[in-house]
Nanobody, 124 residues
Framework: QVQLVESGGGLAQPGGSLRLSCAAS????????MSWARQAPGKGLEWVSG????????FYADSVKDRFTISRDNAKNTLYLQMNSLKPEDTAIYYC?????????????????RGQGTQVTVSS
């Protein structure tokens, strides 16, 4: 069955960095677009970044553009999110989502398979 396991979250100071990973199994990772999404306390699920199946194109929400970088290693069935210049408003549970490319393309975020998430807290 489809399994997505996020890791790498934790506590970071404002201006700091974290690198998230998403290990995929149970499906052919290399043919699926993938995304990162997040859910802040008391808020809905928000799309953050997406990447084509072969990594040839990437997309970002305006709120994270120029700070976050999405990438993937299809040989390792792993999706990554490098987060730099973190802000307190980046605090959320971060999920990887299968098939979603952006907020308007691919599998609708609410219907995409997701992992259990990893908590990111940005605070001094």
């Amino acid at each position: 069955q489809v399994q997505l396991v996020e890791s790498g979250g934790g506590l970071a100071q404002p201006g700091g960095s974290l690198r998230l990973s998403c290990a995929a199994s149970g499906f052919d990772f290399s043919v699926w677009a993938m995304s990162w999404a997040r859910q802040a306390p008391g808020k809905g699920l928000e799309w953050v970044s997406g990447i084509y199946s072969d990594g040839s194109g990437t997309f970002y929400a305006d709120s994270v553009k120029d700070r976050f970088t999405i990438s993937r290693d299809n040989a390792k069935n792993t999706l990554y999110l490098q987060m730099n210049s973190l802000k307190p408003e980046d605090t959320a549970i971060y999920y990887c989502a299968r098939g979603t490319l952006s907020s308007v393309y691919g599998v609708p975020l609410g219907q995409a398979a997701r992992g259990q998430g990893t908590q990111v807290t940005v605070s001094s």
